[in-house]
């Protein structure tokens, strides 16, 4: 089993930045892609970004641009710098974990994020 423990949400102003943190712990042996998924009021989750142990990254449309995803395999942590951010960016923020593109194997418990206009 993999515990995923997120940082990082707050509450910012339209055109500011936020970095989001994701630790894994536990059988991190079986992680290959880590990311994060986003969900706003009302809507489906829907992916943000991932990225693989070797370092091979995809990322939503809307965030092309202005999202960064980055891992450090040795403290098993990805993180997700946001910069322009939107107030449609605005959302739970959710870890996930898993063995593949398709394979999301774990969650963590997500983090608000907040973009005022």
């Known amino acids: 089993q993999v515990q995923l423990v997120e940082s990082g949400g707050g509450l910012v102003q339209a055109g500011g930045s936020l970095r989001l943190s994701c630790a894994a712990s536990?059988?991190?042996?079986?992680?290959?892609?880590m990311g994060w998924y986003r969900q706003a009021p009302g809507k489906q989750r829907d992916m943000v970004a991932g990225?693989?142990?070797?370092?091979?990254?995809n990322y939503a449309d809307s965030v092309k641009g202005r999202f960064t995803i980055s891992r450090d395999n040795v403290k098993n942590t990805v993180y997700l710098q946001m910069n322009s951010l939107k107030p449609e960016d605005t959302g739970v923020y959710y870890c996930?974990?898993?063995?593949?593109?398709?394979?999301?194997?774990?969650w963590g418990q997500g983090t608000q994020v907040t973009v005022s206009s």
């Open positions: 996930y974990s898993g063995s593949s593109w398709n394979s999301m194997n774990n």
């Open positions: 536990g059988s991190i042996f079986s992680i290959n892609v």
């Open positions: 990225i693989t142990r070797g370092g091979s990254t």
